[in-house]
């Protein structure tokens, strides 16, 4: 009830900042007196998740508080219920039990038959993400803020949001989980599904020749056969080979759940095809990343490629983890709870190191090295770049801190105290932006 009324009073009336982290901090104590006695889940994630919702009160930018509550609600739903199939937040109809049937396994040539098929299936999505990732243009959209809310209807949303969040949370901890009665699926046998993944590992070792021969120095090859500059045809594809890479989890997912190695050599075999699926997949996913830092240098960083690099990262980062788990048993056996615990880690790793501040650094570093600034997209970001912005000389100091120094001075209600925006204020009142008409920017100093 105190955490309802909380919001209902100070979230909608400013900015985040203090606010949410009073919340955060009374929705956390409302959960630990109901759980008595905590659990180690709900130290282990609990901690990070009541962390994520301190953030507001330490940096500006909307879109990454955006992305910490939403870290910081699942953290908490899994605090409380343990890293079961369905999360609590889960509709009550995505409970009902599901069986995937197949068939019995058959014989001989069947066999060889139905893995050509299965693997015909599984090459085909496959294929087609690599044939466009060297020839389809990948969008990044940009964000957009999302407008503040002041009206009754608003705090009574608030109101009731918070109030039943608190409550669902102390309800999981008066109740034993229900554990999920799965079925497992029949079993394919060894030619049904060594078929496949050696169609798929083939197949990516094409494409991973590829891409070593063409980014990882076929600069002036590019030039010659695609009739695209390097940077335009880094960016191609990016999308299309991160989709490529998630794929790849649901297929190693699906041939550990089907698969049934019945010999010792079927198992090193499975292990030794699924290992091999894994570690080109990285590679992929470091061609992504390559692709995308090329742009980057080219045309600057934005929050939407910050985003998308960040992503690659954590995706090439549970690759890792996958490829541990199978080698090693402990990490197999508690391969949610370790993704978890690391997901929040690597969650309050990038909030805390300040996106918007990251993106200002480079694009001056940029602007440097190459004269070139996007004025109009640094105007945009949060407080948290102003340190950085501050370097430039003027008159483009000026000309790209005045639009922020404007939405700064509206001022905010002492609930929304926040720290990157009461120093960035500190900052220019010290050396406020020059009133005069703007003048042509300077270039980069010789």
């Known amino acids: 009830m105190t955490a309802g009324l909380a919001a209902a009073a100070f979230l909608a009336s400013g900015p985040l900042g203090v606010n949410i982290a009073v919340v955060g901090l009374l929705v956390a104590a409302s959960v630990a007196v109901a759980a008595g006695r905590p659990s180690l889940d709900l130290v282990l994630f609990g901690l990070p998740a009541l962390a994520l919702t301190l953030m507001p009160a330490l940096y500006d930018a909307q879109w990454v508080h955006a992305v910490d509550l939403v870290g910081a609600w699942l953290l ?72 503040s809310a002041s009206s009754v209807l608003v705090r009574t949303s608030l109101f009731a949001v918070v109030l039943l969040a608190s409550l669902g949370l102390c309800l999981a901890l008066q109740r034993s989980p229900r554990q999920l009665r799965l079925v497992r699926p029949h079993s394919l046998g060894v030619v049904e599904w060594a078929i496949p993944l050696t169609l798929l590992v083939a197949l990516f070792l094409g494409f991973v020749a590829v891409q070593v021969t063409v980014l990882f120095g076929g600069r002036h090859h590019v030039l010659e056969t695609a009739g695209l500059t390097y940077a335009e045809y880094a960016r191609h594809g990016f999308w299309q080979l991160i989709a490529a890479a998630t794929l790849t989890l649901a297929v190693v997912a699906g041939a550990v759940a089907t698969a049934r190695p019945q010999r010792a050599r079927d198992v090193l075999l499975l292990r030794v095809l699924l290992g091999s699926l894994c570690v080109l997949t990285l590679v992929i996913v470091a061609s992504a990343l390559h692709r995308l830092r090329v742009y980057e240098d080219v045309f600057g960083l934005t929050r939407a490629r910050l985003a998308a690099e960040t992503m690659a990262w954590a995706l090439g980062g549970l690759f890792c983890l996958v490829i541990a788990a199978g080698a090693v048993v402990a990490i197999h056996r508690q391969l949610a709870r370790v993704a978890l615990g690391l997901a929040a880690l690597g969650l309050l790793a990038f909030t805390l190191s300040n996106p918007d501040q990251r993106i200002a650094q480079r694009n001056v570093e940029r602007w440097r090295g190459t004269g070139k600034l996007d004025v109009s997209y640094l105007q945009g970001l949060s407080a948290d770049a102003v340190p950085a912005l501050a370097a430039l000389p003027e008159p483009m100091r000026s000309k790209v801190l005045r639009p922020i120094g404007a939405r700064l001075a509206a001022g905010e209600p002492g609930s929304s105290a926040n720290r990157s925006r009461d120093h960035a204020r500190a900052l220019l009142a010290e050396s406020p932006p020059e009133s005069p008409a703007d003048a042509g920017a300077p270039g980069p100093p010789g």
């Not at 409970?95 to 396994?105: E, G, H, K």
């Not at 599984?122 to 964000?143: E, I, K, N, Y």
């Open 76 to 147: 908490a739903s899994v605090a409380v219920a343990g890293p079961t199939l369905v999360a609590p937040v889960a509709p009550p109809w995505a409970l009902r039990r599901v069986a995937v049937v197949i068939p019995a396994v058959p014989t001989g040539s069947t066999q060889i038959a139905r893995g050509l098929v299965i693997g015909l299936v599984l090459l085909v999505p496959f294929a087609a993400l690599f044939a466009s990732a060297d020839t389809a243009f990948a969008q990044l959209g940009r964000s957009t803020p999302v407008p």
